[in-house]
């Protein structure tokens, strides 16, 4: 099976779940969405009312500036993949638990098994704790880092602050803009030291 049956496989899997109580006011599993080669993989918190209707990652407000953030670096989503650490919408768009969180996790792992990207873009404090529990987003945007995983091997990753949260916050904006731009020369090193 190529990376791309074996995604479709496994959200075929990952529809019919219901592990946790997430699932019961969902409409539906949202898997992820992009392309299964992609060398970057942007990992967000839990989907909202929009993603839950249509059943992509990214679709509302925040989607559209990461549109355009991609845009800004000559990206398009079809080049890069993009799913949750939760798959299922919380209800009223709180966080998702960590349980929750928990329980989703073994189906992030086989996407990432699957993808096997250059790169781990965490977007959020949520995505970035599920990886490094210790990590403040404060300190840790805009750095590349490198961690070790049972079942992952070693990881290069890349913390960004929330395109929701900087939505409405001017200065934090800023700093997700710049993070952003750094995107491309990240890549550039990671691939000259392989
Ligand atoms: N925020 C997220 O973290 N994920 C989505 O899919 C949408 C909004």
Redesign the pocket.
């Known amino acids: 099976m190529n990376k791309e049956e074996q995604l479709q496989k496994l959200n075929t899997e990952m529809s019919a779940c219901s592990k946790c109580a997430l699932r019961c006011g969902a409409s539906r599993v949202?898997a992820g969405s992009g392309s299964a080669d992609a060398q970057i993989m942007f990992i967000?918190?839990?989907?909202?009312k929009?993603?839950d209707e249509l059943g992509?990652?990214?679709?509302?407000a925040?989607?559209k500036f990461l549109d355009e953030m991609l845009a800004s670096i000559k990206l398009k989503r079809q080049d890069i993949y993009?799913a949750?650490?939760a798959k299922c919408r919380p209800p009223e768009n709180r966080d998702p638990l960590p349980e929750e969180i928990k329980e989703c996790w073994p189906w992030l792992e086989q996407q990432i098994q699957i993808i096997d990207p250059k790169i781990i873009i965490t977007?959020?404090r949520?995505?970035l704790n599920r990886f490094h529990p210790e990590a403040k987003i404060s300190q840790t945007h805009g750095v590349l880092f490198e961690k070790t995983f049972p079942n992952m091997g070693a990881r290069y990753f890349y913390a960004l602050y929330?395109?929701?949260a900087a939505l409405y916050n001017g200065s934090m904006r800023e700093v997700l803009k710049k993070d952003f731009a750094k995107i491309p020369l990240i890549l550039k090193k990671i691939k000259k030291e392989q």
């Open positions: 949202v967000g918190e839990a989907p909202g929009k993603e992509v990652p990214f679709v509302g925040a989607g993009i949750n650490v977007l959020g949520h995505s929330h395109p929701a």
